[in-house]
């Protein structure tokens, strides 16, 4: 493995593993609408480790960086992920949107948050400048927290 943290384009079987990945701060982009030949032709282009669920993908187009993940399982996926980079997440960063990618920045206090999350007031709040979505740490981020920990993947 590189010194360097790797970069991930999963496939489109590995929807939920991106996401995970995304929580833990790992730049991973997505194309599930994106043919075998443009996912090959992405990774290699931009240096990114190619995840998929499928060998012929990995044999027949033989991109440059590719690891095939055999589990169904979001968690297990995740977990051999970790394994084979030598990663070793502490924490959730919520650094990175986890719908498009993007590296989240801080909000200004001011922009209200939703009705059903407005007694979060004190939280640090941020957003995705793309697509505008505000990420705060509450219970969903402590239920996918105990997840992770109840899995063994986070120290």
Known sequence: MKESTPRFLADA?????ARWLRALGYDTRLYPEATDA????????EARWLLTRDKALLTERKPNQGLYVPSQVPLEQ??????????????????????CNTPLEAVD???PLPDY??????QPRRRC???HRQYWFGAHGNR?????RTAGLLR
Not at 38 to 45: I, M, S
Not at 78 to 97: E, M, W
Not at 117 to 122: G, P, Q
């Open 78 to 99: 995740l977990a051999q992920i970790l394994h084979h980079f030598h990663l070793q997440p502490s924490t959730l960063s919520f650094s990175r949107c986890l719908l």
């Open 129 to 131: 400048p793309d697509c």
């Open 109 to 111: 206090a001011s922009l």
């Open 117 to 122: 999350a407005a007694h979060l007031t004190s």
């Open 38 to 45: 443009e996912l090959v032709l992405v990774a290699n282009r």
């Open 13 to 17: 079987m590995l929807i939920r593993l």
């Open 144 to 148: 996918m927290l105990s997840t992770l």
